[in-house]
């Protein structure tokens, strides 16, 4: 592993530990809802309003491993912009979107010691990245830059290059 790319590694460690919370939400979940075969499940988990409160998570490790995939250099900031989102996501503090995630997530952290495992394994790892600036102006610009880079890595190679007209 570089010593030129610790946020990189910062990251892929940070993915992998909201990959177990995941992982032990679907497990208590699967515990607690009718049983389904594995299809049906996640069909219930993409497509269902009634789990659309996960779609956060998710949602956010395909951004980091997405960004992993085709990023050889980050900025220090992005990645404090990534682990900022992550611990709001987990600890509060986000959107309407995450707030549903969070409380949600809140009563199986209480009730799952597995879910409370592996939420303490993605605090370590958020641990292990930059802190985010103290300056809200710099904070804020590092979050937009991460923004603006997962929208530029959502459309792809289509969406990125000039059409001919």
Do not use: C, K
Request: aromatic residues 4%; hydrophobic residues 40%; without cysteine.
């Amino acid at each position: 592993m570089s010593a030129t790319r610790p946020g990189l590694e910062g990251l892929r460690a940070l993915s992998a530990a909201l990959q177990l919370v995941l992982g032990a939400l679907l497990e208590a979940e699967r515990r607690l809802a009718p049983p389904a075969s594995p299809l049906e499940r996640l069909q219930q988990i993409t497509t269902d309003p009634a789990w659309a409160w996960l779609q956060p998570l998710p949602g956010l490790i395909a951004d980091v491993d997405h960004a992993l995939a085709h990023v050889r250099d980050l900025p220090e900031s992005e990645a404090a912009a990534i682990g900022g989102h992550a611990r709001e996501l987990l600890s509060g503090g986000g959107g309407p979107a995450e707030q549903q995630f969070l409380e949600h997530y809140r009563g199986l952290l209480q009730s799952d010691p597995a879910v409370a495992m592996a939420h303490a394994g993605a605090l370590r790892a958020l641990g292990a990245l930059p802190a985010e600036a103290t300056n809200q102006a710099e904070r804020l610009h590092a979050r937009h830059q991460w923004n603006e880079r997962r929208r530029f890595l959502r459309l792809g190679p289509r969406g990125r290059g000039s059409s001919s007209s």
